[in-house]
């Protein structure tokens, strides 16, 4: 090999310009782009969430109990360590005006809130005369759907409040987490009086710290963890203010990276489209180069460096897109985000779009490339280069695997969900390898059925099948572009279908009406008599309520026992049963005797027990209320989250926390037309209950999966740009070979409506595969990941792939016809004298 | 004399290069009669090929009128000459210009089909028969010698039984002996079929066997050879 020569051959070949390189570049800089955008966005996100941690977290740390408020040690060791300190109180309660009810969260606040960031009213006013009394203010979705406006009267549990202003902005609102119900914040102390803060009642009490200047935030961390983390104290600092966010935010965004790579996939079809036609021209000068003495090396490193010299143009460009897109869109994206974001050119996410789209071309121009070296010199004499497939030499082959190996290893290391990467990767490997057989399949049949004898006599029908299925066609690079593309389409149109069903459809028919929360023991009976003897309510289900933190494991921290999982990410809710009731299965070991009043005993739910590697005999440590119950594992059980019921992972035996302050929950299963005169009963009776609607709560869940589903949907589409370009690309590439095939036709008798009706089914033909392969493809990834990652039943979703076969078909024909017009247009004459 | 099948009259023919407009056909007027078969030759750049395009309806003539088979060729729109050529004309080129995503028969077959015959494909398999390709039907043209493709234009050119057959440089691409045969198929096309011939050529053995020799020399009739016989 002789590189110097190599590159003024490249440097020489290079002269000629870059047309018939738009879709190539098109192709790499589209993929490049998608995901430096991707990768840009989220890091301004997460550069905003830093910035503002301490704001959206209220403090420069917090430290959360649940259902108790900071003991007086607590206290002393958060005013020692702090400059100033915030109590907040937050559950969930029921707002009342007359006979309308609205489920909300409550904040109470002390005078120190907020620490950091401002809070803003409409209208204007200081908070402190907002909540003067027994004032409060909302957010508006919630006053509206009470008809309140400020001056207005509402109640809380027993205590009445006035509406003083409509809440807009809560600067902590994106650190408090997921809500069920809108915003109403008033003082801690007015809730004096509401019975809404009873012992056993669900609340969580969060205390912000304003740290002292160079306080070093881990030692306050670690100090504060090895006092109180025992008694389910959990701490979060301005580092990570937002956790939630910042991990959905981190989660949405490496999967919307790995649809972007779906899409430089699509885009890799076109790359090698476009470098295996470049070098199809380019046979002859081979050939030359090989008759004056080139060895096959220096061929292939000349034409590696043209191709490299352009991918790293095609790269450049889509930095410069993806980069720059963000920003100039930077005041629409902020408007449409609840959370701050700092938008700037970071170079991490540039980098990794970078090492996708150099590894994605290199992967997808090697085979083309390694074809120059069976170019002999003796093609200049005649045509020695088979058409028919065969594979490259085996250190392509290795270098493919090895190409293959770096881009799905760089993908999981950056995207940090290294499963979720592998799985998309095999997705997009089968698809492909899916696609290409389909292309084959089509090609096999189009070829049969443009000989069988009902065609014969429908010319432009024969035509087109005879296109499609006869040699060199561009069918393959058709329906692998157009198909992936629209493959990923339908999967996210399958899952998001069946995720919607399974939760906005399915799970209300199964699900509870009310979920009932804060029932005292002495209003249990009471309660119980009310809806059991209502003849519209079909099931009443309760359970006693406690929360407790597992904090050890056979006197292990729980965290180094058994690592991440989520039943010990936060206090979990914890019961008590005498006996199993009719609905509970025991799987493994024994339940305690009905009077059982020994050593605390646990029955545990199997299936996370499995996951967390835990054994019957294991001890457990739950912290409930401050209070360290060490007990045992007895039995396992079934427990079945899907159907939104009760489900407790733990239960323990009476005697072992029957004792501390608790409330029950209780779910009612009744007809809908019945559902708004229990509520307007229980809320009369009980003030201090709070009923969630599960409707109103499947609702909250369904608008927030709408939203992945449109972001993830944004994704799709830049795969399918990508693919429509590679289409427009195979196009124009065929264009040449139309007008010949029309200049053939016209001098045989074929009027251009014929023609144009060959053209058209032909790419109506292409479209309508592509499209029925994506929705093979589609479906198959839908039931996957609705099977096995969501566990609930498959069903196809006809509208969804209807579209995307129609979409398949219109596209292939738009650009199909939009390259018609030349071929119709040109001169036969012309065009055959130009070939002799 | 008997009624003229192709007839022009002062024809020329201009054309849009790069290099700017080219006069290539000079007021040509020429006459051919029906079942007669007519050699244009020249040397190269001479107008042969763009007269031979001229009489086929390939290339619209400049000014002048052509016609063929009683048409005025100068009057029709695309679709019409594409008809026209379909009923009337078969046409062989130096290049073969076969489809190369159909196989020999549809090849053959599609001008059959595009004039609605019922035996499109029984009548394309006769004629491939004829030429010699029975057993090479279902190859495609890159699969097939040249001379090979050659047949298949002529079996094309001469299954929908045309009254007109215009071939330009038939043998062009051809060694000696292929050459030679094709052009012994196509005299027996024409023969078996009566149709009027006009053969382009550079070859004087071929341009003898043709009843008349027209020589065109700079888009002109070259007056001295036209009407000679041969």
Same mark, same amino acid.
């Given at each position: 090999m002789n590189l110097p020569v190599a590159a003024r051959i490249a440097r020489r070949e290079l002269r000629g310009g870059l047309s018939g390189?738009?879709?190539?570049?098109?192709?790499?800089?589209?993929?490049?782009?998608?995901?430096?955008?991707?990768?840009?966005?989220?890091?301004?996100?997460?550069?905003?969430?830093?910035?503002?941690?301490?704001?959206?977290?209220?403090?420069?740390?917090?430290?959360?109990?649940?259902?108790?408020?900071?003991?007086?040690?607590?206290?002393?060791?958060?005013?020692?360590?702090?400059?100033?300190?915030?109590?907040?109180?937050?559950?969930?309660?029921?707002?009342?005006?007359?006979?309308?009810?609205?489920?909300?969260?409550?904040?109470?606040?002390?005078?120190?809130?907020?620490?950091?960031?401002?809070?803003?009213?409409?209208?204007?006013?200081?908070?402190?005369?907002?909540?003067?009394?027994?004032?409060?203010?909302?957010?508006?979705?919630?006053?509206?759907?009470?008809?309140?406006?400020?001056?207005?009267?509402?109640?809380?549990?027993?205590?009445?409040?006035?509406?003083?202003?409509?809440?807009?902005?809560?600067?902590?609102?994106?650190?408090?987490?997921?809500?069920?119900?809108?915003?109403?914040?008033?003082?801690?102390?007015?809730?004096?009086?509401?019975?809404?803060?009873?012992?056993?009642?669900?609340?969580?009490?969060?205390?912000?710290?304003?740290?002292?200047?160079?306080?070093?935030?881990?030692?306050?961390?670690?100090?504060?963890?090895?006092?109180?983390?025992?008694?389910?104290?959990?701490?979060?600092?301005?580092?990570?203010?937002?956790?939630?966010v910042a991990r959905f935010v981190e989660r949405l965004g490496a999967f919307l990276v790995l649809v972007g790579l779906a899409g430089l996939a699509v885009g890799g079809v076109g790359v090698s489209a476009a470098v295996r036609a470049y070098l199809d021209g380019k046979r002859e000068v081979i050939a030359i180069l090989k008759t004056l003495g080139a060895e096959s090396g220096t061929i292939f490193a000349a034409y590696l460096m043209q191709i490299g010299a352009l991918a790293l143009l095609g790269i450049a460009l889509g930095l410069v897109l993806g980069g720059l897109l963000p920003l100039a869109f930077a005041p629409v994206i902020e408007a449409r985000l609840p959370i701050p974001a700092a938008f700037a050119i970071y170079p991490a996410p540039l980098a990794e779009a970078a090492l996708y789209g150099a590894l994605t071309a290199l992967l997808f121009t090697l085979w083309p490339l390694a074809r120059t070296e069976e170019i002999r010199a003796a093609t200049l004499f005649r045509d020695l280069v088979s058409s028919r497939f065969h594979l490259p030499r085996p250190r392509y082959l290795i270098l493919t695997v090895a190409l293959l190996a770096a881009l799905v290893g760089f993908s999981a290391w950056f995207s940090g969900v290294p499963h979720l990467t592998y799985y998309a990767a095999a997705g997009i490997a089968a698809s492909l390898l899916l696609l290409v057989l389909a292309a084959l399949?089509?090609?096999?049949?189009?070829?049969?059925?443009?000989?069988?004898?009902?065609?014969?006599?429908?010319?432009?029908?024969?035509?087109?099948?005879?296109?499609?299925?006869?040699?060199?066609?561009?069918?393959?690079?058709?329906?692998?572009?157009?198909?992936?593309?629209?493959?990923?389409?339908?999967?996210?149109?399958?899952?998001?279908?069946?995720?919607?069903?399974?939760?906005?459809?399915?799970?209300?028919?199964?699900?509870?009406?009310?979920?009932?929360?804060?029932?005292?023991?002495?209003?249990?009976?009471?309660?119980?008599?009310?809806?059991?003897?209502?003849?519209?309510?079909?099931?009443?289900?309760?359970?006693?309520?406690?929360?407790?933190?597992?904090?050890?494991?056979?006197?292990?921290?729980?965290?180094?026992?058994?690592?991440?999982?989520?039943?010990?990410?936060?206090?979990?809710?914890?019961?008590?049963?005498?006996?199993?009731?009719?609905?509970?299965?025991?799987?493994?070991?024994?339940?305690?005797?009905?009077?059982?009043?020994?050593?605390?005993?646990?029955?545990?739910?199997?299936?996370?027990?499995?996951?967390?590697?835990?054994?019957?005999?294991?001890?457990?440590?739950?912290?409930?209320?401050?209070?360290?119950?060490?007990?045992?594992?007895?039995?396992?059980?079934?427990?079945?989250?899907?159907?939104?019921?009760?489900?407790?992972?733990?239960?323990?035996?009476?005697?072992?926390?029957?004792?501390?302050?608790?409330?029950?929950?209780?779910?009612?299963?009744?007809?809908?037309?019945?559902?708004?005169?229990?509520?307007?009963?229980?809320?009369?009776?009980?003030?201090?209950?709070?009923?969630?609607?599960?409707?109103?709560?499947?609702?909250?869940?369904?608008?927030?999966?709408?939203?992945?589903? =449109?972001?993830?949907?944004? *994704?799709?589409? %830049? #795969? &399918? +740009?990508? !693919? $429509?370009?590679?289409?427009?690309?195979?196009? /124009? @590439?065929?264009?040449?070979?139309?007008?010949?095939?029309?200049?053939?036709?016209?001098?045989?008798?074929?009027?251009?409506?014929?023609?144009?009706?060959?053209?058209?089914?032909?790419?109506?033909?292409?479209?309508?595969?592509?499209?029925?392969?994506?929705?093979?493809?589609?479906?198959?990834?839908?039931?996957?990941?609705?099977?096995?990652?969501?566990?609930?039943?498959?069903?196809?979703?006809?509208?969804?792939?209807? =579209?995307?076969?129609?979409? *398949?078909?219109? %596209? #292939? &024909? +738009?650009? !199909? $016809?939009?390259?018609?017009?030349?071929?119709? /247009? @040109?001169?036969?004459?012309?065009?055959?004298?130009?070939?002799? | 004399m008997a009624e003229p099948i192709l007839s022009l009259r002062d024809v020329t023919l201009s054309l849009s290069g790069n290099a700017g407009r080219v006069e290539i056909l000079h007021g040509i007027s020429l006459d051919v009669t029906a079942g007669e078969t007519l050699g244009l030759v020249g040397p190269s750049g001479s107008g042969k090929s763009s007269l031979l395009m001229v009489m086929g309806g390939l290339e619209r003539a400049s000014s002048g009128s052509v016609a063929a088979a009683g048409h005025d060729l100068s009057a029709m729109g695309e679709d019409s000459l594409a008809r026209f050529r379909r009923d009337t004309m078969g046409v062989v080129f130096q290049s073969f210009h076969l489809i190369p995503t159909m196989t020999a028969l549809e090849n053959v077959a599609t001008p059959l089909e595009l004039a609605g015959r019922a035996d499109a494909f029984e009548r394309a398999a006769e004629e491939l028969d004829a030429v010699g390709l029975g057993e090479r039907m279902d190859h495609y043209p890159a699969q097939l010698s040249g001379g090979e493709q050659q047949r298949v234009a002529l079996a094309r050119a001469a299954a929908p039984r045309p009254r007109i057959l215009l071939a330009d440089e038939p043998t062009g691409n051809l060694d000696g002996t292929t050459g030679q045969a094709i052009m012994e198929l196509l005299f027996g096309l024409r023969d078996r079929h009566g149709a009027t011939l006009v053969l382009v050529t550079h070859a004087p053995e071929l341009a003898e066997r043709c009843d008349r020799i027209v020589r065109l020399v700079d888009g002109r009739l070259d007056r001295d050879a036209a009407g000679a016989a041969a």
């Open positions: 390189f738009w879709v190539f570049l098109a192709c790499l800089a589209l993929g490049v782009a998608a995901i430096a955008a991707v990768g840009t966005v989220r890091a301004g996100i997460e550069a905003g969430l830093a910035r503002e941690g301490a704001v959206l977290l209220g403090g420069d740390a917090e430290m959360t109990f649940t259902y108790r408020f900071a003991s007086e040690d607590e206290r002393a060791w958060m005013e020692d360590a702090s400059e100033a300190l915030s109590e907040v109180v937050d559950f969930r309660s029921m707002a009342v005006v007359g006979e309308e009810r609205g489920l909300t969260q409550i904040k109470g606040i002390d005078g120190a809130y907020p620490i950091y960031g401002e809070l803003t009213l409409e209208p204007e006013m200081p908070l402190e005369q907002a909540l003067a009394g027994h004032g409060a203010v909302m957010e508006r979705v919630l006053a509206d759907r009470l008809g309140l406006a400020p001056g207005d009267g509402f109640r809380l549990g027993t205590q009445d409040f006035t509406l003083s202003a409509i809440l807009t902005r809560e600067p902590d609102d994106a650190g408090d987490g997921f809500g069920l119900g809108p915003r109403t914040l008033l003082r801690t102390q007015a809730l004096e009086g509401s019975s809404l803060l009873a012992p056993g009642t669900l609340y969580e009490t969060r205390y912000r710290l304003q740290l002292p200047e160079g306080t070093d935030v881990e030692a306050a961390k670690a100090e504060a963890q090895a006092l109180f983390r025992d008694q389910g104290m959990r701490w979060r600092d301005a580092r990570n203010g937002a956790p939630g399949a089509i090609r096999s049949l189009c070829s049969k059925l443009a000989r069988a004898r009902w065609v014969r006599g429908k010319t432009p029908l024969r035509l087109a099948l005879g296109a499609v299925g006869g040699p060199g066609g561009e069918a393959t690079s058709v329906v692998l572009s157009l198909g992936l593309g629209l493959t990923v389409l339908a999967s996210v149109g399958q899952i998001d279908s069946n995720l919607r069903s399974a939760i906005a459809r399915d799970l209300p028919e199964v699900a509870p009406s009310y979920f009932v929360v804060d029932i005292q023991p002495d209003q249990l009976s009471g309660f119980l008599e009310r809806v059991e003897g209502d003849p519209q309510v079909s099931r009443v289900d309760s359970a006693p309520m406690l929360r407790g933190v597992l904090t050890r494991i056979n006197g292990v921290p729980a965290r180094e026992a058994v690592g991440e999982h989520w039943v010990i990410s936060g206090d979990r809710g914890v019961t008590y049963a005498a006996l199993p009731d009719s609905r509970t299965t025991v799987t493994a070991g024994a339940w305690w005797p009905e009077d059982y009043a020994g050593p605390p005993q646990i029955s545990f739910a199997a299936e996370e027990a499995e996951e967390m590697g835990l054994a019957l005999g294991d001890r457990l440590t739950i912290n409930i209320l401050g209070r360290d119950i060490e007990a045992e594992i007895t039995s396992f059980r079934e427990v079945d989250f899907s159907t939104a019921g009760i489900g407790f992972i733990l239960t323990m035996n009476p005697a072992a926390v029957a004792g501390a302050p608790h409330s029950h929950i209780a779910t009612i299963y009744a007809d809908p037309q019945a559902e708004a005169a229990i509520l307007r009963d229980l809320a009369k009776t009980y003030p201090n209950i709070t009923a969630i609607r599960v409707r109103d709560a499947i609702d909250r869940v369904s608008e927030v999966l709408a939203g992945i589903a =449109a972001a993830i949907t944004y *994704g799709a589409a %830049a #795969t &399918l +740009l990508t !693919g $429509l370009v590679v289409l427009i690309g195979a196009a /124009a @590439a065929g264009e040449r070979v139309r007008i010949y095939e029309a200049a053939v036709l016209k001098t045989v008798g074929a009027a251009r409506g014929q023609i144009l009706a060959y053209f058209a089914i032909r790419s109506a033909l292409l479209g309508a595969a592509a499209g029925s392969v994506a929705i093979l493809c589609g479906g198959l990834a839908g039931w996957a990941v609705t099977t096995f990652v969501m566990e609930t039943d498959f069903a196809f979703e006809p509208v969804s792939a209807l =579209a995307i076969v129609l979409g *398949g078909v219109l %596209a #292939t &024909l +738009l650009a !199909g $016809l939009g390259f018609a017009w030349r071929p119709l /247009a @040109a001169r036969p004459a012309r065009v055959l004298r130009a070939r002799e | -």
